[in-house]
């Protein structure tokens, strides 16, 4: 009889500490989450706003061409389209002014995705996670929140537009060098990694997208000086105008430029580049914490599609409904890393 109760005894002891230590997992999850989700935000901010200035830069530029005299010369509600900022814009402006447009992407904190509102929220986050970041990370970030913060909408001209653009690319470019060079090949560096590719990759289809259906003026120009004028200044926006040159020696072509966005994993904005990077951090993710999490197969099946993908066979199937199930499946991943890791 005594045996036996010791026996139950320490049933019940080993099921006790098996539930004290599955609470001490959760709680140490939500920790991590609240972290995790912190550096995860901080890099998707920081890369929508080099996003965000490249879009502009491209809208401003398309806004210099001359009209073609069809009432067709939309390219501010292309801009605001591939920013994801249209349905926004036009609940407060009436009219699709350079102006009106440059000063909400850049500067309105009402707009979330603003290069203003997006550099306030990584710093903020970059605050709450202070001893995560190396203190070149710290101020590389707080240097190009300090440098934004100065200029005064109210006077901002043709040539500081410019400048400002530049300069938050630059930023942008500082920041993610400074973290690649010092930060541990740890959790926070794969969150990082995530946020920032997640990010990059929802842009680089948005972009692809609105060229095809909304930046053509129409199906005559495509070809003439204006089309290649267009095709030129979006591989520009994704940092490719050279690499493409490079690649292709047929002029702009759509079904290379596609191909080039898309599948070509030598392109660091491609898609295919993307979710290359993100089911390496996925698995590193898989490794330091010992557990499979269903996004790291949502994340390969996606790499999967784009590294065996053919782009004829894209055209023929649909162009805009390939990108606009990519864009879905981008949203649903970020949703499902979200649950995966208890973000809050």
């Given amino acids: ?96 002014s350079t102006r009106e447009v440059v000063d909400y992407l850049l500067f309105d904190q009402e707009n979330p995705s603003s290069i203003r509102s997006c550099l306030y929220q990584a710093r903020q986050n970059a605050r709450s996670q202070r001893t995560s970041m190396t203190r070149e990370m710290w101020e590389a970030l707080n240097l190009a929140w300090l440098e934004f913060a100065a200029h005064d909408r109210r006077h901002v001209t043709s040539d500081q537009l410019l400048q400002i653009l530049d300069s938050v690319k630059q930023a942008s470019a500082m920041w993610r060098g400074t973290m690649l060079n010092t930060v541990l090949r740890d959790d926070r560096f794969h969150f990082l990694q995530l946020g920032a590719f997640l990010e990059r990759a929802d842009n680089t289809a948005r972009i692809l997208d609105v060229k095809y259906y909304v930046l053509l003026p129409s199906l005559a120009s495509i070809g003439s000086g204006i089309d290649n004028f267009q095709w030129a200044t979006v591989l520009r926006s994704v940092a490719g105008h050279r690499s493409y040159n490079h690649v292709y020696r047929a002029g702009y072509r759509p079904l290379n430029i596609a191909e080039f966005l898309i599948l070509n994993d030598q392109m660091p904005r491609s898609l295919a580049t993307c979710y290359g990077y993100i089911t390496q951090s996925l698995n590193g993710l898989t490794d330091l914490y010992d557990e499979e999490p269903p996004c790291l197969q949502t994340a390969l099946t996606t790499e999967n599609l784009l590294r065996h993908g053919d782009i004829e066979a894209i055209f023929s199937t649909g162009l805009h409904e390939f990108l606009a199930d990519l864009i879905g499946r981008n949203h649903r991943l970020g949703q499902e890393i979200s649950d995966a890791y208890y973000f809050q």
Wanted: proline share 1%; charged share 25%.
């Fill in 1 to 96: 009889m005594q045996l036996v109760t010791q026996r139950v005894y320490k049933t019940q002891h080993a099921m006790q500490q098996r539930q004290k230590a599955h609470v001490v997992q959760v709680r140490n999850k939500g920790m991590l989450g609240r972290a995790a989700n912190d550096l995860f935000w901080l890099a998707r901010y920081v890369e929508r706003a080099e996003n965000m200035a490249r879009i502009i830069d491209v809208g401003y530029r398309l806004a210099l061409l001359p009209r073609d005299g069809t009432g067709n010369h939309n390219e501010w509600r292309s801009t605001l389209e591939s920013a994801g900022c249209l349905d926004g814009f036009l609940e407060k402006h009436d009219e699709l």
